[in-house]
T-cell receptor, first 117, second 114 residues
Framework: DTGVSQNPRHKITKRGQNVTFRCDPI?????LYWYRQTLGQGPEFLTY????????KSRLLSDRFSAERPKGSFSTLEIQRTEQGDSAMYLC???????????????FGPGTRLTVL | TQLLEQSPQFLSIQEGENLTVYCNSS?????LQWYRQEPGEGPVLLVT?????EVKKLKRLTFQFGDARKDSSLHITAAQPGDTGLYLC??????????????FGEGTQLTVNP
């Protein structure tokens, strides 16, 4: 399977705990995006990397959230001191630099479903 | 804030019927994409439209981009139960043809009953 993969698929945690999610993009894709999706809503943009550089962050990304892409390949999204409002599906997408990526065609992973108790 | 409004939010039809889903905005987008999402999975890209007035067909699905690149529609002919899912439109911000965020609509949940 050469698509975007995300781990874990599901995470249940208690309020106040830290959680970390991983995203492995399609191997030749330079761009990587994180989105958050709550029930009944479309995905909302969180942040975007081109190679290892984090180029854009949404104001939704509070200081409890941090994302990294240290070698320009996989990325991690960490949420510190989780709150019940953080419960959502966290989606990762990747896009090539040229070709389909020229029009922002993004390819999504299956997501990580976070439940904060 | 550039918003995309989708209508209807929910649609339940019988197999064989036709339907149209709308995606509207007051803002111009450089491109617009349609995705389909199943429960517990990520969105899957169906099509990208770029040019105002553009029409693209994907089997029984017809996608149109408005002349002013502010709105789009998805028409499904002879719907089948396998078409059931959440249909999302997403716009790329104007002036940024590459590398920018997508703004998503809230989605249209389609159920096709056998």
């Amino acid at each position: 399977d050469t698509g975007v993969s995300q781990n874990p698929r599901h995470k249940i945690t208690k309020r106040g705990q830290n959680v970390t999610f991983r995203c492995d993009p399609i191997s030749e894709h330079n761009r990587l995006y994180w989105y958050r999706q709550t029930l009944g809503q479309g995905p909302e943009f969180l942040t975007y990397f081109q190679n290892e550089a984090q180029l854009e962050k949404s104001r939704l990304l509070s200081d409890r959230f941090s994302a990294e892409r240290p070698k320009g390949s996989f990325s991690t999204l960490e949420i510190q001191r989780t709150e019940q409002g953080d419960s959502a599906m966290y989606l990762c997408a990747s896009s090539p630099l040229t070709g389909q990526g020229f029009h922002n065609e993004q390819f999504f992973g299956p997501g990580t479903r976070l439940t904060v108790l | 804030t550039q918003l995309l409004e989708q209508s209807p939010q929910f649609l339940s039809i019988q197999e064989g019927e036709n339907l149209t889903v709308y995606c509207n905005s007051s803002s111009v987008f450089s491109s617009l994409q349609w995705y389909r999402q199943e429960p517990g999975e990520g969105p899957v890209l169906l099509v990208t439209v770029v040019t105002g007035g553009e029409v693209k067909k994907l089997k029984r699905l017809t996608f149109q981009f408005g002349d002013a690149r502010k709105d789009s529609s998805l028409h499904i002919t002879a719907a089948q139960p396998g078409d059931t899912g959440l249909y999302l439109c997403a716009g790329a911000h104007p002036g940024e043809t590459s590398g920018s965020r997508l703004t998503f609509g809230e989605g249209t949940q389609l159920t096709v009953n056998p």
